[in-house]
């Protein structure tokens, strides 16, 4: 690196990773580089000063040079990830025009097309052995990739709410499919993600798995229909769905810890507002 253009920005190390279970590094010295990691697919963690970041797709984060850190591969969904180890002096005011700070050092760059495209460019040179003119290529050919970051770059804010479009989505298909069984397919069809993915961005936003969810909201018009109504349990049990009314009573039981019943018969309001209608 003794130009002076290849020493401002230069790739020391590149390289890529396919959906490889179990991948994980750990170093609790650091790197002497900053290390750039861009998520393809599928999901994993960086953890660095203390805090994590869950990377998804389109997710570039920069590890600072130095800085003891870890990064894994999620078990169920793993990365596929591209990386680079980077020196030079001009690589701080590169990541301050994209606005990566060791506070914030997570981007999102939804084109990842655009973005692997850019990778490869940088990666073809490394082919080329160590010439002056293949570590010219190197040098400029990251500058390139790192201005298509800029190019392509959309908020982390505007992609989580993207996300959260999506979920609320298939919230309001269950609020309004209460009468039938969605699988969990069927709904990562509807959020336009794969089973793994949506199930996990799912239970990050509400705390609990998709299809468990959708059971508590059919427990909830279980009880009010077991409460305002004289309804048969197997006709409130057909009515969201199971046909097994047996089934239903133990579904009911776990989610409420009384069988339907007894729920009844402890919580109708059916006499009450008989008295209240008497009294008028």
Not at 108 to 132: C, K
Not at 251 to 264: D, E, G, T, V
Request: with cysteine.
């Amino acid at each position: 690196m003794s130009k002076p253009v290849c020493a401002s920005l230069f790739p020391t190390h590149i390289g890529m990773f396919q959906s490889v279970k179990g991948h994980y590094v750990t170093r609790w010295k650091g790197a002497p580089e900053s290390i750039i990691i861009a998520c393809l697919a599928g999901e994993g963690i960086c953890r660095f000063n203390g805090r994590e970041w869950r990377l998804q797709p389109g997710h570039l984060i920069v590890i600072p040079q130095d800085c003891a850190h870890s990064y894994e591969a999620n078990n169920e969904n793993p990365w596929t990830i591209f990386w680079f180890h980077v020196r030079g002096e001009m690589l701080s005011h590169y990541l301050e025009e994209l606005q990566i700070s060791e506070q914030a050092p997570v981007i999102n760059i939804p084109n990842i097309a655009g973005l692997m495209d850019a990778f490869e460019d940088v990666y073809q040179h490394t082919e080329s052995g160590f010439t002056n003119t293949s570590l010219l290529c190197l040098s400029t050919s990251l500058a390139h990739f790192l201005g298509v970051c800029k190019l392509y770059q959309r908020s982390i804010k505007a992609s989580q709410q993207g996300v959260e479009k999506r979920i609320e989505k298939t919230v309001d298909v269950m609020k309004k499919s209460l009468h039938r069984l969605l699988t969990l397919e069927q709904l990562a069809q509807i959020a336009g993600w794969s089973s793994t993915h949506y199930a996990a961005l799912f239970k990050a936003k509400m705390n609990v798995p998709p299809l468990e969810f959708f059971t508590r909201l059919k427990m909830q018009l279980a009880c009010d229909k077991l409460k305002l109504t004289n309804e048969p349990i197997q006709a409130i049990a057909a009515s969201l769905g199971y046909h097994d009314a047996f089934y239903f009573s133990r579904l009911f039981k776990r989610h409420n810890q009384m069988s339907p019943k007894i729920y009844r018969k402890q919580f109708s309001l059916i006499n009450d507002m008989k008295t209240i209608s008497l009294a008028q």
